[in-house]
């Protein structure tokens, strides 16, 4: 089994808690002012966030500064 890098880690982790919120990857990059392929390569690490980019990310998923804090964690899983 292939390991994910952490950008594909927190990609998907990102993108596990989007689709929770049933928010759609167009909905969410109208709200970052991004397009949707800006989502699409986040979500599948082929794309790194800036720490500015991270803060506004979860912010538009409501997540706190506890949540965003276990969410870089490695060992954490949404």
């Known amino acids: ?3 994910k890098s952490y950008d ?3 990609g998907c982790r990102l993108a596990v808690l989007r689709r929770n919120l049933s928010i759609t990857q167009e909905y969410l990059a109208e709200i970052l002012q ?3 392929t800006y ?4 979500e599948t690490g082929k794309r790194q966030l800036s720490v500015f980019d991270y803060i506004s990310w979860c912010k538009a998923l409501n ?5 965003m ?3 870089l964690n490695v060992n954490y899983k949404p």
Not at 63 to 67: A, E, K, R, T, V
């Open 1 to 3: 089994m292939v390991e």
């Open 8 to 10: 594909e880690e927190l």
């Open 34 to 36: 991004h397009d949707q």
């Open 39 to 42: 989502v699409s390569k986040v």
């Open 63 to 67: 997540l706190n500064s506890d949540d």
């Open 69 to 71: 804090v276990q969410l």
